[in-house]
């Protein structure tokens, strides 16, 4: 499958980026780690690596053009692969923009007439126009924001800061790592000069683009530039949400379609961030206006309910389904044995996206299981035989995932995508390894794994293992799956069923291990088996196409000579 290789934001302050210099042109191999181009930032050239293997198959780039965050600058995929769909949407995109951009053009055209005609306003609306809040930031005063540094990112956690305020810092030296939904990244200075301010404490999520640190030279008075950013940002933030959920908790009463959309807000899929009202802006309470008008009328104690909106902000559902309770701190420890305490952690962007995810999958996605039990014993024999002569040490999840891809190349609907108004059928078999870690799971690619030997399996997936549990994955790594593999057999789970990772159509569950009694010749023997479970896109795969590549990988494990020719 193609990679699309979209314009990244290199600084806090960057809005586009111009290539200065490609160094691969189309037809070039291209290896995971090579400098492809040289890209202006707004502060400064900086080389951009490629995160993929593959054929430069298209530039959307030429040198010199300014070109926005986020659009398309390259596509890498495999030779000779057709990418006219993605070019032909990218036109689409281009086209729309443009049509928007004279729209836009037109109305700025108009606004500029309707102000000539409104000349004759009052003074005192004139010199209101002239009040706007706003502190001059000086010229040595640069103000350094979260940056957006992963394609799914909406905020940051600074896992640490290697400078406290006061330090005096390099252009290119470390500032802090920054947590993004899947990986702890370096953030480096774009300033010489002397850390004045720290925008946020270590471990406390930041939006992008949110204040995140002030450099300068050491003598200026930064607090109103400090009170400009927190005020002016949150509120328009808040003026935001307000007007959606305005929209969104229209009053059942209202008119009879309000119950229908009521019914559809509720089914949505959102993200939620449980917080406290301590964590909340200058201790002011986050919430809806009609979150608010409710609570009112009801008599109830607003400091009191906590938010499921974003931020931890206070909706209506959460006022509607209130019971009050004892007051609620954010951590209680006690001595005495009798007495009830708990202890309570900030939700990692790990989590939330994952949460996110999940909750969207199930939501979204109408899931069926199918379960098979399979005999290991062959399974067990050949591990051993062929561990005696590898220097690999191959493991059961290894020929679980060899069988898998070998099944798939037998049924490739099963190794489909759901694009919402069409299925992808792939025909590359790309198989994301599920793997634990402290703050939640994620899922490295093996691909092209029906290509790929036992050991070269083997060597993959324990170095994604590594460097998963090191927070090393790059986003080359967990991008492209087009099936799943989970293995919790190791922690002596005998079965259960996977949560569908999105636009997949299918993931496996695999159980431990088992010694049971089981009957051959008629007779009841001691045995060895494996239960594995299913989890099928009923928009995409029919239960008697899940059972068949079922069949199919049950024989080739219960035979797994049959995976190597």
């Excluded at 720290?198 to 999520?205: F, H, L, R, V, Y």
């Excluded at 305005?246 to 509720?266: G, L, T, V, W």
């Excluded at 399979?374 to 995932?401: G, H, P, T």
Aim: hydrophobic letters at 35%.
């Amino acid at each position: 499958m193609a990679n699309v290789i979209k314009m990244p934001k290199l600084s806090d302050t960057m809005t586009e980026g111009v290539v200065a210099k490609w160094h691969k042109k189309v037809g070039d191999k291209v290896k995971n780690g090579e400098i492809i181009a040289d890209i202006d930032t707004d502060k400064a050239t900086m080389e951009f690596e490629s995160f993929y293997d593959g054929t430069l198959l298209y530039i959307g780039a030429e040198a010199g053009m300014p070109v926005a965050i986020d659009s398309l600058i390259a596509v890498i995929g495999k030779e000779g692969e057709d990418i006219s769909d993605i070019v032909k949407d990218v036109d689409k995109s281009s086209s729309k923009d443009k049509k928007d951009e004279d729209k836009s053009s037109d109305k700025e055209e108009e606004k500029s007439s309707d102000k000539k005609d409104d000349k004759k306003e009052s003074s005192s609306d004139k010199k209101e126009d002239t009040k706007k809040p706003g502190a001059k930031i000086p010229d040595t005063v640069k103000i350094v924001r979260m940056p957006k540094l992963s394609d799914t990112m909406t905020q940051g956690v600074v896992a640490k800061w290697h400078k406290k305020v006061g330090d005096k810092v390099k252009n290119g030296e470390i500032l802090a790592d920054i947590e993004t939904d899947k990986a702890t990244m370096e953030f480096e200075s774009f300033y010489d000069g002397v850390l004045l301010y720290q925008g946020t404490e270590a471990g406390k999520p930041v939006e992008i683009d949110s204040l995140l640190a002030i450099i300068g030279n050491g003598g200026e008075d930064i607090d109103a530039i400090i009170k400009q950013e927190k005020s002016g940002g949150n509120k328009t933030a808040e003026k935001e949400i307000d007007k959606k959920e305005e929209k969104d908790e229209k009053p059942k009463e209202s008119s009879s379609n309000s119950k229908s959309n009521d019914k559809q807000h509720s089914q949505a899929p959102k993200e939620k961030v449980i917080a406290h009202h301590s964590s909340n802006t200058n201790g002011r309470i986050i919430a809806s206006p009609l979150a608010k008008a409710i609570a009112k009328e009801k008599g109830i104690d607003i400091t009191a309910v906590l938010g499921s909106g974003d931020g931890g902000r206070i909706i209506k559902k959460d006022i509607e389904t209130y019971t009050p309770d004892a007051p609620i701190k954010q951590s209680v420890q006690s001595n005495n044995a009798q007495e009830e305490s708990y202890d309570e952690v900030a939700v990692s962007q790990m989590r939330k996206v994952i949460a996110r995810r999940l909750v969207e999958s199930v939501n979204n996605a109408p899931h069926f299981y199918l379960t098979v039990e399979v005999d290991m014993e062959n399974v067990i024999a050949a591990r051993e035989a062929l561990n005696k002569i590898s220097d690999v040490k191959i493991s059961y999840n290894d020929i679980v995932i060899k069988a898998c891809a070998a099944a798939l190349r037998k049924h490739p609907k099963v190794n489909s995508s759901w694009m919402t108004d069409r299925i992808r059928y792939n025909h590359h078999i790309n198989i994301g390894m599920a793997v634990a870690v402290d703050d939640g799971l994620l899922v490295p690619v093996i691909r092209f794994a029906d290509n790929k030997t036992l050991s070269e399996i083997s060597t993959e997936a324990k170095d994604y293992g590594k460097k998963a549990k090191e927070k090393k994955l790059q986003p080359a790594d967990w991008d492209g799956n087009t099936f799943t593999v989970s293995n919790l057999g190791m922690f002596g789970i005998d079965q259960f069923t996977s949560i569908i990772n999105t636009p997949e159509a299918c993931i496996l569950a695999v159980g431990g291990i088992r010694q049971v009694p089981v009957v051959k010749n008629n007779l009841v023997v001691p045995g060895n088996t494996m239960k594995i479970t299913l989890s099928c896109d009923h928009r995409v795969v029919d239960g008697a196409t899940g059972a068949a590549f079922m069949q199919t990988l049950k024989i080739f494990l219960e035979n797994p000579v049959t995976i190597l020719v």
